[in-house]
């Protein structure tokens, strides 16, 4: 008969072995977790919480539109796709290649409100969790940056 497996942190009030309380435990898995930001967070010109992008209607029903944020070479392309009264945001970058999903602005090829294509590599990607289904970049996902809309309007959420 196996017995039940220790535990390896020390029960609450506990010190253990190494010194470390649970308490302190806790707390130090709290801090590595709040100081690590999402790496889209972290690209130059990355809009803040609560930036506008842009009212419900400037992306049509079924489609998507880029937003650009900051100036020059290191733009933020922010990738807005609409399927009814839902939209998803992500950085406009094909994990594959590390190229925008489109070749020229605005244009990008989608299908049924739900897929969007990579025109470098036909990579497809679903729009409610940036998956990418098929192409060379299979099981990887667009950078996903949150959006939050309220009352037709479109802006950056909290992550």
């Not at 590595?32 to 967070?41: D, F, G, Y």
């Not at 009212?55 to 733009?75: I, M, Y």
């Not at 925008?100 to 244009?107: A, I, Q, V």
Request: charged share 25%.
């Amino acid at each position: 008969m196996v017995g039940p497996r220790p535990d390896p942190l020390p029960r609450p009030g506990e010190v253990g072995a190494e010194g470390v309380s649970r308490t302190d435990a806790a707390l130090a898995v709290d801090v590595l977790t709040a100081s690590i930001e999402p790496a889209w967070r972290q690209r130059e010109g990355a809009p803040a919480a609560g930036t506008r992008v842009c009212d419900l209607e400037e992306v049509p029903d079924g489609s998507a539109r880029e937003f650009h944020f900051g100036e020059g070479r290191d733009v933020f392309r922010l990738l807005v796709l609409r399927s009814g009264g839902k939209v998803w945001g992500y950085v406009n970058v094909c994990p594959h290649f590390s190229t925008p999903l489109n070749t020229e602005s605005n244009k990008f090829i989608l299908f049924e409100h739900s897929r969007i294509y990579c025109a470098t590599h036909c990579a497809v990607f679903r729009f409610e969790d940036g998956y990418c289904e098929d192409g060379p970049c299979a099981g990887a996902s667009l950078e996903r940056v949150p959006l939050a809309l309220e009352a037709s309007v479109v802006s950056i959420g909290i992550d």
